[in-house]
């Protein structure tokens, strides 16, 4: 069980990369909550039943990390980086100016509807297992990514009075999204779209 278990926690590490990102908004952070929530798990890797949701109580040490360093500093980074940044390769000066505005709203947005939104939009976690890994009710969790993708929607397309270069812009970042497979799920389980 050691092995496959250490081999599990190096194919997730990815995935608790971008969630501890998410919720440090902090590239340095993000790294320790990662490292300390590796180092939980190998400490409690007993206590992890083969044949249940490995991915889901991975996902739930770190959140619990998350929680309890937060208890204790009471305080968290701005944003430097941004999940969006994770996306973003050489691209044009518009391209650049569409995932801009897509990592602006992003981080407008409220921390529990954030976590929610990468995990099933950017990693393809299933509702079931967002819910289980943070310790909520399914339909709380599809409450949540709905209400992110309806404010970041809201806040990428403007009111009525959006200007056509904003407009284009979010066009152009669905355009990108789909271009690299986010949309249509390449390399990725049960894919959600934006």
Known sequence: MTSNFHDQVVTILPRLRVQALALTRNRTM???????????????Q???????????WMHRILRNRFI???RKRRETTDIEDVPAA????????????????LAEALDRLPEDQREALIMVVIHGMSYEALAEATGC???TAKSRVFRARRQLEAWMTGDSHASAALQ???ARVKGILAERGIAAGQGMAEPRPL
């Open 30 to 44: 993000a790294e320790d909550l990662v490292q300390d929530a590796v180092c939980n798990a190998l400490a409690a």
């Open 68 to 70: 309890s360093d937060l």
């Open 46 to 56: 007993e206590s992890f039943i083969p044949g249940t949701n490995f991915s889901a």
């Open 137 to 139: 009710a399914v339909g």
């Open 86 to 101: 994770a996306l973003a390769t050489a691209a044009s000066h518009e391209d650049r100016l569409a995932l801009k505005d």
């Open 168 to 170: 284009a812009r979010v």
